[in-house]
Protein backbone atom coordinates (compact mmCIF):
# COMPACT_ATOMS: atom_id res chain seq x y z
CA UNK A 1 0.00 0.00 0.00
CA UNK A 2 1.17 3.56 -1.21
CA UNK A 3 0.66 5.54 2.23
CA UNK A 4 2.61 8.91 2.10
CA UNK A 5 5.07 9.07 4.67
CA UNK A 6 3.72 12.58 5.61
CA UNK A 7 0.63 10.40 6.67
CA UNK A 8 2.36 8.11 8.41
CA UNK A 9 3.93 11.07 10.56
CA UNK A 10 0.55 13.22 10.96
CA UNK A 11 -1.72 10.34 11.83
CA UNK A 12 -1.97 11.30 15.51
CA UNK A 13 -2.00 14.66 15.14
CA UNK A 14 -5.44 14.33 12.22
CA UNK A 15 -6.74 11.52 14.55
CA UNK A 16 -6.62 14.20 17.69
CA UNK A 17 -8.33 16.80 15.18
CA UNK A 18 -11.01 13.76 14.02
CA UNK A 19 -11.89 13.26 17.79
CA UNK A 20 -12.22 17.03 18.72
CA UNK A 21 -14.87 16.91 16.27
CA UNK A 22 -16.53 13.59 17.00
CA UNK A 23 -16.90 14.97 20.40
CA UNK A 24 -18.28 17.93 19.42
CA UNK A 25 -20.94 17.17 16.80
CA UNK A 26 -23.14 19.87 15.02
CA UNK A 27 -26.44 19.70 13.07
CA UNK A 28 -27.27 20.72 9.76
CA UNK A 29 -26.64 24.33 9.22
CA UNK A 30 -25.62 25.05 12.61
CA UNK A 31 -22.25 23.99 12.29
CA UNK A 32 -20.30 27.13 13.06
CA UNK A 33 -17.73 25.82 15.33
CA UNK A 34 -16.83 22.98 12.73
CA UNK A 35 -16.40 25.54 10.22
CA UNK A 36 -14.65 27.90 12.66
CA UNK A 37 -12.18 24.83 13.16
CA UNK A 38 -11.74 24.69 9.84
CA UNK A 39 -11.22 27.71 8.65
CA UNK A 40 -8.35 28.31 11.05
CA UNK A 41 -6.72 25.36 10.40
CA UNK A 42 -6.86 26.26 6.77
CA UNK A 43 -5.18 29.64 7.63
CA UNK A 44 -2.52 27.74 9.54
CA UNK A 45 -1.71 25.14 6.99
CA UNK A 46 -0.90 28.69 4.63
CA UNK A 47 -4.02 28.17 2.09
CA UNK A 48 -3.81 31.11 -0.14
CA UNK A 49 -7.50 31.50 0.19
CA UNK A 50 -9.71 31.29 3.14
CA UNK A 51 -13.65 31.92 2.41
CA UNK A 52 -16.26 31.39 4.87
CA UNK A 53 -20.15 31.51 4.79
CA UNK A 54 -21.00 29.63 1.18
CA UNK A 55 -24.03 27.97 1.74
CA UNK A 56 -24.37 29.42 5.14
CA UNK A 57 -21.78 27.64 7.11
CA UNK A 58 -19.53 25.79 4.25
CA UNK A 59 -15.71 27.25 4.18
CA UNK A 60 -13.30 26.47 0.94
CA UNK A 61 -9.49 27.03 0.59
CA UNK A 62 -7.77 27.40 -2.26
CA UNK A 63 -4.15 26.13 -2.55
CA UNK A 64 -1.94 27.35 -5.41
CA UNK A 65 0.35 24.40 -6.92
CA UNK A 66 4.24 25.21 -7.56
CA UNK A 67 3.00 26.01 -11.28
CA UNK A 68 -0.13 27.58 -12.69
CA UNK A 69 0.59 27.18 -16.49
CA UNK A 70 -2.94 24.52 -16.73
CA UNK A 71 -4.86 26.95 -15.51
CA UNK A 72 -7.38 24.13 -14.27
CA UNK A 73 -8.35 23.90 -10.89
CA UNK A 74 -9.75 20.43 -9.09
CA UNK A 75 -12.32 20.69 -6.19
CA UNK A 76 -12.18 17.87 -3.10
CA UNK A 77 -15.06 17.86 -1.08
CA UNK A 78 -15.86 16.86 2.17
CA UNK A 79 -19.25 16.64 4.72
CA UNK A 80 -19.11 18.44 8.08
CA UNK A 81 -22.58 17.99 9.65
CA UNK A 82 -23.91 15.11 12.57
CA UNK A 83 -26.89 13.22 12.76
CA UNK A 84 -29.80 13.97 15.87
CA UNK A 85 -28.61 10.18 17.12
CA UNK A 86 -27.53 9.54 21.14
CA UNK A 87 -24.13 7.82 20.90
CA UNK A 88 -23.70 4.22 22.75
CA UNK A 89 -20.09 4.00 21.54
CA UNK A 90 -18.82 4.24 25.04
CA UNK A 91 -15.44 5.84 23.27
CA UNK A 92 -13.15 8.07 25.58
CA UNK A 93 -13.98 11.08 23.16
CA UNK A 94 -17.76 10.25 22.43
CA UNK A 95 -20.49 13.06 21.93
CA UNK A 96 -21.00 15.52 24.66
CA UNK A 97 -24.22 17.04 23.18
CA UNK A 98 -27.21 15.00 24.18
CA UNK A 99 -29.12 13.71 21.18
CA UNK A 100 -26.27 14.63 18.81
CA UNK A 101 -23.25 12.35 16.91
CA UNK A 102 -20.94 11.68 14.25
CA UNK A 103 -22.49 8.38 13.27
CA UNK A 104 -22.06 8.92 9.25
CA UNK A 105 -17.94 9.74 9.95
CA UNK A 106 -18.18 13.64 8.54
CA UNK A 107 -15.80 13.86 11.32
CA UNK A 108 -12.94 11.74 9.79
CA UNK A 109 -14.27 12.72 6.45
CA UNK A 110 -13.16 16.18 7.33
CA UNK A 111 -10.41 15.44 9.08
CA UNK A 112 -8.73 13.46 6.24
CA UNK A 113 -9.56 16.69 3.55
CA UNK A 114 -7.80 18.83 6.19
CA UNK A 115 -4.94 16.57 6.10
CA UNK A 116 -4.87 16.26 2.48
CA UNK A 117 -4.64 20.01 2.53
CA UNK A 118 -2.06 20.56 5.37
CA UNK A 119 0.16 18.84 3.34
CA UNK A 120 -0.50 20.01 -0.18
CA UNK A 121 -0.39 23.32 0.70
CA UNK A 122 3.48 21.96 2.32
CA UNK A 123 4.30 20.78 -0.85
CA UNK A 124 2.24 22.45 -3.27
CA UNK A 125 3.72 19.75 -6.31
CA UNK A 126 1.08 20.09 -8.82
CA UNK A 127 0.30 22.77 -12.09
CA UNK A 128 -3.19 24.83 -10.91
CA UNK A 129 -5.01 24.94 -8.09
CA UNK A 130 -6.68 22.86 -5.63
CA UNK A 131 -9.55 24.05 -3.78
CA UNK A 132 -10.72 22.25 -1.14
CA UNK A 133 -14.57 22.17 0.51
CA UNK A 134 -15.78 21.41 3.10
CA UNK A 135 -19.94 21.25 3.35
CA UNK A 136 -22.65 21.88 5.70
CA UNK A 137 -26.22 19.88 5.73
CA UNK A 138 -25.26 17.03 3.92
CA UNK A 139 -28.06 14.80 5.65
CA UNK A 140 -31.02 15.86 4.87
CA UNK A 141 -30.56 19.78 4.36
CA UNK A 142 -29.06 19.81 0.84
CA UNK A 143 -25.65 21.64 1.81
CA UNK A 144 -24.21 21.15 -1.62
CA UNK A 145 -27.34 22.65 -3.44
CA UNK A 146 -26.77 25.45 -1.58
CA UNK A 147 -23.05 25.81 -1.84
CA UNK A 148 -23.20 25.63 -5.92
CA UNK A 149 -26.10 27.72 -5.46
CA UNK A 150 -24.01 30.33 -4.25
CA UNK A 151 -21.67 29.94 -6.69
CA UNK A 152 -18.70 27.32 -5.09
CA UNK A 153 -18.42 26.09 -8.37
CA UNK A 154 -18.38 29.12 -10.74
CA UNK A 155 -16.29 31.72 -8.47
CA UNK A 156 -13.62 29.01 -7.77
CA UNK A 157 -13.22 27.94 -11.12
CA UNK A 158 -13.11 24.50 -10.56
CA UNK A 159 -13.00 22.29 -13.54
CA UNK A 160 -13.72 18.62 -11.58
CA UNK A 161 -14.57 17.85 -8.19
CA UNK A 162 -14.27 14.84 -6.26
CA UNK A 163 -15.85 13.09 -3.22
CA UNK A 164 -15.54 10.21 -0.83
CA UNK A 165 -17.53 8.56 1.58
CA UNK A 166 -15.80 5.73 4.58
CA UNK A 167 -17.86 2.18 4.00
CA UNK A 168 -18.37 0.05 6.73
CA UNK A 169 -17.96 -3.86 6.30
CA UNK A 170 -14.84 -3.03 3.47
CA UNK A 171 -11.30 -3.35 4.54
CA UNK A 172 -9.54 -0.20 5.76
CA UNK A 173 -7.08 0.07 3.11
CA UNK A 174 -9.52 -0.22 0.09
CA UNK A 175 -11.77 1.17 -1.96
CA UNK A 176 -14.70 0.89 -4.59
CA UNK A 177 -16.39 3.05 -6.85
CA UNK A 178 -18.96 2.52 -9.72
CA UNK A 179 -19.23 4.89 -13.36
CA UNK A 180 -22.91 6.02 -13.88
CA UNK A 181 -25.60 5.84 -11.49
CA UNK A 182 -24.14 5.48 -8.08
CA UNK A 183 -26.51 6.60 -5.00
CA UNK A 184 -30.38 7.16 -5.60
CA UNK A 185 -32.67 10.06 -6.08
CA UNK A 186 -34.00 10.67 -2.27
CA UNK A 187 -37.52 12.46 -2.24
CA UNK A 188 -39.59 13.09 0.78
CA UNK A 189 -43.40 12.21 1.12
CA UNK A 190 -45.91 13.56 3.17
CA UNK A 191 -49.68 12.26 3.11
CA UNK A 192 -52.30 13.64 5.14
CA UNK A 193 -55.49 11.85 4.61
CA UNK A 194 -58.53 13.59 6.11
CA UNK A 195 -61.93 11.84 7.57
CA UNK A 196 -64.58 12.75 10.57
CA UNK A 197 -63.15 11.92 14.10
CA UNK A 198 -65.54 10.65 16.81
CA UNK A 199 -65.82 8.18 20.12
CA UNK A 200 -64.11 5.05 19.09
CA UNK A 201 -67.23 2.80 20.73
CA UNK A 202 -69.76 4.54 17.86
CA UNK A 203 -67.41 3.74 14.67
CA UNK A 204 -70.52 3.58 12.49
CA UNK A 205 -70.85 7.43 13.06
CA UNK A 206 -67.21 8.60 11.83
CA UNK A 207 -65.19 8.17 8.93
CA UNK A 208 -61.63 6.83 10.07
CA UNK A 209 -58.78 7.73 8.22
CA UNK A 210 -56.37 5.30 10.64
CA UNK A 211 -58.70 2.16 8.65
CA UNK A 212 -57.60 4.44 5.03
CA UNK A 213 -54.34 4.99 6.63
CA UNK A 214 -53.27 1.41 7.40
CA UNK A 215 -54.67 0.26 3.71
CA UNK A 216 -52.47 3.21 1.76
CA UNK A 217 -49.53 2.04 3.35
CA UNK A 218 -50.30 -1.78 2.40
CA UNK A 219 -51.30 -0.64 -1.27
CA UNK A 220 -47.73 1.83 -1.97
CA UNK A 221 -45.75 -1.79 -1.76
CA UNK A 222 -47.29 -2.63 -4.72
CA UNK A 223 -45.47 0.07 -6.42
CA UNK A 224 -42.21 -1.34 -6.69
CA UNK A 225 -43.56 -5.09 -7.06
CA UNK A 226 -46.51 -4.19 -10.13
CA UNK A 227 -45.64 -0.70 -11.64
CA UNK A 228 -41.62 -0.56 -11.76
CA UNK A 229 -39.81 -2.97 -14.24
CA UNK A 230 -37.89 -5.74 -12.48
CA UNK A 231 -34.78 -5.23 -13.73
CA UNK A 232 -34.70 -1.74 -12.77
CA UNK A 233 -34.72 -0.58 -8.47
CA UNK A 234 -36.86 0.86 -6.39
CA UNK A 235 -37.67 1.67 -2.72
CA UNK A 236 -41.05 2.94 -1.25
CA UNK A 237 -40.86 3.46 2.78
CA UNK A 238 -43.83 4.60 4.34
CA UNK A 239 -41.39 5.31 8.15
CA UNK A 240 -43.98 7.31 10.23
CA UNK A 241 -47.81 7.11 10.70
CA UNK A 242 -48.87 9.92 13.06
CA UNK A 243 -52.74 10.12 13.86
CA UNK A 244 -54.09 13.67 15.32
CA UNK A 245 -55.06 11.88 18.40
CA UNK A 246 -54.03 10.68 21.14
CA UNK A 247 -56.47 8.71 23.14
CA UNK A 248 -57.73 5.11 24.00
CA UNK A 249 -61.22 6.06 22.81
CA UNK A 250 -61.46 8.84 19.99
CA UNK A 251 -61.17 7.60 16.73
CA UNK A 252 -58.56 10.78 14.67
CA UNK A 253 -59.68 13.34 12.29
CA UNK A 254 -56.78 12.81 10.39
CA UNK A 255 -53.50 10.49 9.84
CA UNK A 256 -50.20 11.94 8.42
CA UNK A 257 -47.67 9.55 6.71
CA UNK A 258 -44.38 10.25 5.90
CA UNK A 259 -41.64 8.39 4.07
CA UNK A 260 -39.25 8.09 1.50
CA UNK A 261 -38.69 6.89 -1.94
CA UNK A 262 -35.51 6.38 -3.75
CA UNK A 263 -34.65 5.30 -7.44
CA UNK A 264 -31.47 5.54 -9.64
CA UNK A 265 -33.59 6.15 -13.06
CA UNK A 266 -35.46 9.47 -13.64
CA UNK A 267 -38.33 7.85 -15.58
CA UNK A 268 -38.38 5.56 -12.81
CA UNK A 269 -38.56 8.09 -10.39
CA UNK A 270 -41.63 9.62 -12.81
CA UNK A 271 -43.21 6.66 -12.24
CA UNK A 272 -43.19 5.34 -8.79
CA UNK A 273 -44.45 9.90 -8.45
CA UNK A 274 -47.29 9.34 -10.58
CA UNK A 275 -48.60 6.07 -8.78
CA UNK A 276 -47.89 7.16 -5.21
CA UNK A 277 -49.87 10.04 -5.86
CA UNK A 278 -52.47 7.92 -7.46
CA UNK A 279 -53.03 5.36 -5.13
CA UNK A 280 -52.66 7.87 -1.95
CA UNK A 281 -55.72 9.99 -3.58
CA UNK A 282 -58.09 6.84 -4.55
CA UNK A 283 -57.11 4.46 -2.01
CA UNK A 284 -58.01 6.79 0.40
CA UNK A 285 -61.29 7.76 -1.08
CA UNK A 286 -62.36 4.52 -1.06
CA UNK A 287 -62.93 4.11 2.44
CA UNK A 288 -64.45 8.15 2.33
CA UNK A 289 -61.50 9.95 3.28
CA UNK A 290 -59.09 12.66 1.40
CA UNK A 291 -55.37 12.24 0.97
CA UNK A 292 -53.38 15.22 0.19
CA UNK A 293 -50.28 14.23 -1.23
CA UNK A 294 -46.83 16.39 -1.07
CA UNK A 295 -44.17 14.77 -2.93
CA UNK A 296 -41.11 16.40 -2.79
CA UNK A 297 -37.58 15.85 -4.90
CA UNK A 298 -35.09 16.43 -2.75
CA UNK A 299 -31.77 15.48 -3.67
CA UNK A 300 -31.53 14.07 -7.31
CA UNK A 301 -29.75 10.59 -8.12
CA UNK A 302 -25.93 10.76 -7.99
CA UNK A 303 -23.89 9.54 -11.11
CA UNK A 304 -20.61 9.43 -11.54
CA UNK A 305 -18.90 10.79 -14.72
CA UNK A 306 -16.97 7.96 -17.07
CA UNK A 307 -13.76 9.74 -17.37
CA UNK A 308 -13.69 10.91 -13.77
CA UNK A 309 -14.33 7.87 -12.17
CA UNK A 310 -11.34 5.88 -14.17
CA UNK A 311 -9.69 8.54 -12.67
CA UNK A 312 -10.63 8.56 -9.23
CA UNK A 313 -9.82 4.91 -9.33
CA UNK A 314 -6.61 4.80 -10.76
CA UNK A 315 -5.24 6.82 -8.30
CA UNK A 316 -6.99 4.12 -5.70
CA UNK A 317 -4.99 1.70 -6.91
CA UNK A 318 -1.75 3.70 -7.08
CA UNK A 319 -2.60 3.93 -3.06
CA UNK A 320 -3.77 0.93 -2.28
CA UNK A 321 -2.93 -1.77 -5.05
CA UNK A 322 -6.41 -2.44 -6.15
CA UNK A 323 -9.80 -0.32 -6.58
CA UNK A 324 -13.35 -2.74 -6.56
CA UNK A 325 -16.18 -2.48 -8.65
CA UNK A 326 -19.43 -1.44 -6.19
CA UNK A 327 -23.03 -2.20 -6.78
CA UNK A 328 -25.40 0.90 -6.71
CA UNK A 329 -26.71 2.30 -3.28
CA UNK A 330 -30.33 3.19 -2.60
CA UNK A 331 -29.17 6.04 -0.04
CA UNK A 332 -28.75 9.51 -0.98
CA UNK A 333 -25.87 11.46 -1.38
CA UNK A 334 -25.89 15.91 -1.93
CA UNK A 335 -22.64 15.41 -3.70
CA UNK A 336 -25.22 14.72 -6.52
CA UNK A 337 -25.61 18.56 -6.94
CA UNK A 338 -21.75 18.95 -7.37
CA UNK A 339 -22.00 16.00 -9.99
CA UNK A 340 -24.80 17.97 -12.00
CA UNK A 341 -22.79 21.15 -11.93
CA UNK A 342 -19.24 19.59 -13.43
CA UNK A 343 -17.83 16.63 -14.17
CA UNK A 344 -16.45 14.65 -11.02
CA UNK A 345 -17.08 11.28 -9.06
CA UNK A 346 -17.50 10.16 -5.58
CA UNK A 347 -15.25 6.70 -4.01
CA UNK A 348 -15.89 4.79 -1.03
CA UNK A 349 -12.81 3.73 1.17
CA UNK A 350 -12.93 1.01 4.19
CA UNK A 351 -14.47 1.78 7.50
CA UNK A 352 -13.42 -2.19 8.55
CA UNK A 353 -15.75 -4.39 10.49
CA UNK A 354 -17.63 -1.29 12.20
CA UNK A 355 -21.16 -0.29 13.04
CA UNK A 356 -23.26 0.48 10.40
CA UNK A 357 -23.47 4.26 9.46
CA UNK A 358 -26.34 5.91 10.83
CA UNK A 359 -26.30 3.69 13.62
CA UNK A 360 -25.62 4.60 17.49
CA UNK A 361 -22.85 2.35 17.85
CA UNK A 362 -21.08 3.88 14.39
CA UNK A 363 -17.85 4.99 15.22
CA UNK A 364 -15.24 6.41 12.33
CA UNK A 365 -12.18 4.19 12.13
CA UNK A 366 -8.73 6.41 12.42
CA UNK A 367 -6.89 4.13 11.22
CA UNK A 368 -8.34 4.68 7.49
CA UNK A 369 -7.19 8.31 7.61
CA UNK A 370 -3.23 8.00 6.35
CA UNK A 371 -5.43 6.02 3.18
CA UNK A 372 -7.78 8.50 2.64
CA UNK A 373 -5.35 11.48 3.03
CA UNK A 374 -2.76 9.56 0.67
CA UNK A 375 -5.99 9.51 -1.57
CA UNK A 376 -6.81 12.79 -2.26
CA UNK A 377 -3.33 13.76 -2.50
CA UNK A 378 -2.55 11.46 -5.23
CA UNK A 379 -5.92 12.29 -6.48
CA UNK A 380 -5.16 16.07 -6.65
CA UNK A 381 -1.88 15.37 -8.10
CA UNK A 382 -2.45 12.90 -10.93
CA UNK A 383 -5.28 15.24 -12.42
CA UNK A 384 -2.49 18.60 -12.09
CA UNK A 385 0.93 16.81 -12.72
CA UNK A 386 3.68 19.17 -12.96
CA UNK A 387 5.39 18.84 -16.30
CA UNK A 388 8.46 16.46 -16.42
Request: charge should be negative; aromatic fraction near 6%.
Amino acid sequence: MAIRNRFAELHDEITAWRRDLHRHPELMFDVHRTAGVVAEKLREFGCDDVVTGIGKTGVVGVIHGQKSASGRTVGLRADMDALPIEETTGAEYASETIGKMHACGHDGHTAMLLGAAKYLAETRNFDGDVVVIFQPAEEGGGGGREMVNEGVIENFDIDEVYGMHNWPGMDVGQFSIRSGPFFAAADLVEIEITGRGGHAAKPQEVVDPTVAACNVVLALQSIVSRSVDPIKQAVVSITSFQTSSTAFNVIPEKVTLKGTVRTLDRDVQDTVESRLKEIATHTAAAYGTEAKVDYRRNYPSMSNHPDETEYAAEAARRVAGACHDEPPTMGGEDFAFLLNARPGAYILTGNGDSAKVHSPGYDFNDDAIPVGCSYWVELAESRLPLAK
